[in-house]
């Protein structure tokens, strides 16, 4: 297995193909609008040219990895794929009509994986004529450096399926963790609870967004404050994983916080806009 498609072309899109490519896999890269295969492309260069300068990375090695990136808007490139990878925006409608056309056009023998960080694997895959090859693959941001990938088994995603999704990320070099199809999984059942009493905290005027990080770096040891680790995110996706939460599992601890929605209608959505709970150069 060494062809990967990977749909959707944004943060989470472009750290995905760049770790296939980096392994020689071959990645079809296909998004709706060439501005953001551009985009990517310049991103995966970017952070390839890094490591040229850090000099973990040879000139040869950059181009080899950019050689094997193909780009382009049309879906059809799946059709001699082995796994596919959606990564659109965390948009059930979106999502579930995504699939129904991956299943129509992927050979038969496909996976179909999807990054989505809360929305069930179960009803994604029953979109599907081939659930028992549906799963979910959720990396971190960014991509190239975070080690975790959630695989999520849907209720019909069979042991096969499972098996070879957890391999296919240790060769990507990460740790893969297997976990059941519950809203938000592991990582965000835990990770947004607590950005959005962040949130809270700040709407009340407990502290600013600067102290509230503060004291979750320094006195949890966390890597990066909850408010700036909402902004890395985006605050519109943690609302929308706050929002499947709070749907699927009825508990008021789950609510999004009126501020954190306040910010999203006004589109302050963190660095990617240039503002959230703080200011980004853009």
Not at 90 to 103: H, M, Q, T, V, W
């Amino acid at each position: 297995m060494n062809r990967v498609a990977v749909i959707g072309a944004g943060t989470m899109g472009n750290g995905i193909a760049h770790v296939f490519a980096r392994k020689a896999w071959d990645v079809q890269l296909v998004d709706v609008a060439d501005g953001a295969l551009r985009r990517a492309l310049d991103t995966i260069r970017g952070n390839l040219e890094r490591q040229v300068r850090k000099g973990s990375l040879t000139d040869a090695d950059r181009d080899a990895t950019l050689a094997r990136i193909h780009a382009g808007t049309d879906l059809g490139a799946v059709a001699d794929r082995e796994l596919v990878i959606e990564a659109a925006s965390e948009a059930a409608p979106l999502k579930f009509a995504l699939f129904g056309e991956l299943d129509r056009l992927a050979p038969a023998p496909a996976i179909l994986a999807t990054n989505t960080s809360s929305i069930s694997i179960t009803e994604i895959g029953a979109r599907t004529k081939r659930a028992p090859q549906v799963i979910g693959m959720h990396f971190m941001n960014p991509v190239p450096v975070m080690q975790l990938v959630e695989v999520i088994r849907g209720q019909a995603t069979d042991d096969s399926t499972t098996l070879l999704v957890m391999d296919v990320a240790r060769e990507l070099g990460k740790t893969p963790v297997e976990v059941n199809d519950y809203p938000g999984f592991v990582a965000n059942r835990v990770l947004m609870p607590m950005i959005n009493e962040a949130v809270y905290c700040l709407m009340e005027g407990v502290a600013s967004a600067e102290a509230i990080d503060t004291v979750m770096k320094l006195g949890m040891n966390h890597p990066m404050g909850p408010l700036a680790l909402a902004d890395l995110i985006g605050l519109d996706t943690c609302l929308a994983i706050l929002e499947v939460l709070h749907d699927g599992l009825g508990d008021p601890k789950y609510r999004p916080c009126p501020l954190l929605r306040r910010m999203v209608a006004a589109g302050f959505l963190g660095k990617k806009s240039g503002r959230g709970f703080y200011e980004y150069a853009k």
